[in-house]
């Protein structure tokens, strides 16, 4: 099993930007695909980006955050990370990272096993 560690979650402006940080520690990073999912207050945890296993990462992004959010990986040091910019105060959720036990990323939050706690994102306007 898989354990993960968000970090970087902040309270900043619109139009700011955050780097969110997931450490996974006790399994196989490289060869298996990792999400980030975020859930804001009364809403369904929803899709923000995905990055296939070290063959390939190929990514994929929800259309809300394509071209302002970035995913990626740095499998030396079991990391994934999110770029945010251009933040809106629509990103203010809690952002969770996700290990998948597949090399192909998937947008279907039932294709992760294990998951982190989580990180605030809060932006203002």
């Known amino acids: 099993q898989v354990q993960l560690v968000e970090s970087g979650g902040d309270m900043v402006q619109a139009g700011g930007s955050l780097r969110l940080t997931c450490a996974a520690s006790g399994g196989t990073f490289s060869s298996y695909a990792m999400g980030w999912f975020r859930q804001a207050p009364g809403k369904e945890r929803e899709f923000v980006a995905a990055i296939g296993w070290s063959g390939t990462y190929r990514t994929f992004y929800a259309d809300s955050v394509k071209g302002r959010f970035t995913i990626s990986r740095d499998n030396a040091k079991n990391t994934l990370y999110l770029q945010m910019n251009s933040l809106k105060p629509e990103d203010t959720a809690v952002y969770y990272c996700?290990?998948?036990?597949?090399?192909?990323?998937?947008?279907?939050?039932?294709?992760?096993?294990?998951w982190g706690q989580g990180t605030q994102v809060t932006v203002s306007s």
């Open positions: 996700a290990h998948s036990p597949k090399f192909s990323a998937t947008m279907d939050f039932k294709g992760y096993r294990s």
